[in-house]
């Protein structure tokens, strides 16, 4: 059973633009919500997060939103840049048994075109 | 900067071959991740440790074994490589202290199994 769901495999902005990134989850228990960015051959690198009991992180140019009744969360890039042309994945944790784990999305390719 | 180090880019082992892929981060952290990445997938979580010679299954452990002798160092051990373990393997860390940390991942290791 996937928890986390990234329904859109893939993205196409235009530079300048907006990019809106989903996320939609099924757990509630999940306390603490995080953003990976991931280019070709490199691992995810940490983007921008968003505790449980806020609705709204904003980190420069990336903002998260987060809609806890829907089990929903955003992540907007405005401006986009070509250099943000990635995989972006979303990842919920909870403390389970003392320890937290991560579930992981299955990722959205963004395409920024110049 | 945070460091995580995989020994491998990239592997090439046959079927029925003992598998190690290794991991080494140079922050102090408690807790150590294998995720493997398959496309359509996301990150799946294999293993993980939370101290030395700690360990706990994550999603999918079967066929998997760990080994984390040394707090900076967390071994990944395919017993018996099958064709199915062919993948984009990923080790990640963090500091412990709340499902709000971070993980900070390796450059992967892609492993062909023939």
């Known amino acids: 059973d996937q928890q986390v769901k990234q329904n859109s495999p893939s993205l196409s902005v235009q530079e300048g633009r907006i990019s809106i990134l989903n996320c939609d989850y099924t757990n509630s228990m999940f306390d603490y919500f995080l953003w990976y960015k991931k280019y070709p051959a490199e691992g995810p690198t940490f983007l921008i997060s968003?505790?449980?009991?806020?609705d709204k992180n904003e980190d420069g140019r990336f903002t998260v939103f987060l809609n806890k009744s829907a089990k929903h969360l955003s992540l907007h890039i405005v401006p986009s840049q070509p250099g943000d042309s990635a995989v972006y994945f979303c990842a919920a944790s909870r403390v389970t048994s003392g320890t937290y784990k991560y579930i992981f999305g299955t990722g959205t390719r963004l395409k920024v075109l110049a | 900067d945070v460091k995580v180090t995989q020994s491998s880019r990239y592997l090439v082992k046959r079927t029925g071959e003992k598998v190690f892929l290794e991991c080494v981060q140079d922050?102090?952290?408690?807790?150590m991740f294998w995720y493997r990445q398959d496309p359509g997938l996301g990150l799946r979580l294999i293993y993980f440790s939370y101290d030395v010679k700690m360990k706990e299954k994550g999603d999918i452990p079967e066929g998997y074994s760990v080994s984390r002798e040394k707090k900076e160092r967390f071994s990944l051990i395919l017993e018996s490589a099958s064709t199915n373990q062919t993948s984009m393997y990923l080790c990640a860390s963090s500091f412990s202290g709340g499902s709000n940390q971070p993980q900070h991942f390796g450059d992967g290791t892609r492993l062909s199994i023939l």
């Open positions: 968003i505790s449980s009991i806020k």
């Open positions: 922050m102090d952290h408690e807790n």
